[in-house]
């Protein structure tokens, strides 16, 4: 499939309110927890995704295939196979593990601002387990990823969540959406 009937499929299933979303981030971040609340709404603790989930979600008016894909940096070669078509991306930070925020980082670089496929999505990074003591809020993890830096070509909003408590997340979703053509 070339690339301008790509564009144009993804422009027309957007009319329609259908999109594919991907949802990307560090292993135990909380993507398969976030795309299980977003069809359910309701918390669980999933075991680690080994390649990927994909569950078709409803938003409003708007029907999301989204890819939930592996985080372990083993399973990080398998996102590529999901890029094509994707109208939005969701980036997971688990934002109380500072430890991890540089790995983060590197891997918002590789995977996202320097992609070929995603370089018109727009890009809703989800600060997430601000439930938990330590967990940094969104304006000081923007700094802490360098995205003021990074990020200036993108058009992004980052959002701090908590899952746990369901919150953030409607919100965070409504402005993926928005952005979305
Ligand atoms: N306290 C708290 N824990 C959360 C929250 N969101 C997710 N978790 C927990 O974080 C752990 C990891 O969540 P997962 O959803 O499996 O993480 P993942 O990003 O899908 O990880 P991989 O599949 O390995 O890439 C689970 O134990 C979740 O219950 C939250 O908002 N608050
Ligand atoms: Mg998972």
């Not at 939930?68 to 399973?75: E, I, K, M, N, S």
């Not at 995603?118 to 802490?144: E, F, M, R, Y």
Request: proline share 2%; hydrophobic share 45%.
């Amino acid at each position: 499939m070339g690339r301008s009937f790509s564009t144009w499929l993804r422009k027309r299933l957007i009319r329609e309110h259908r999109a594919k979303i991907i949802i990307l981030g560090l292993d135990a971040a909380g993507k398969t927890t976030l795309t299980r609340y977003l069809k359910q709404n309701e918390f669980s603790s999933p075991q680690p995704t080994v390649g990927q989930n994909i569950e078709v979600i409803r938003h409003r008016n708007w029907n999301l295939t989204a890819i939930d894909v592996a985080g372990q940096r083993h399973f990080r070669f398998l996102w590529d196979t999901h890029y094509r078509g994707v109208s939005g991306v969701i980036f997971v930070v688990d934002a109380s593990d500072s430890f991890r925020f540089e790995e983060a980082r590197a891997v918002m670089i590789e995977h996202l601002f320097e992609n070929e496929f995603l370089k018109t999505c727009p890009i809703l990074i989800i600060a997430n387990k601000q439930d938990l003591a330590g967990s940094v809020p969104a304006a000081t993890l923007i700094q802490a990823l360098g995205l003021h830096i990074d990020l200036t070509q993108h058009t992004f909003q980052i959002f701090g969540c908590s899952i746990l408590h369901g919150s953030g997340i409607e919100e965070s979703l409504d402005w993926l959406i928005s952005r979305m053509e």
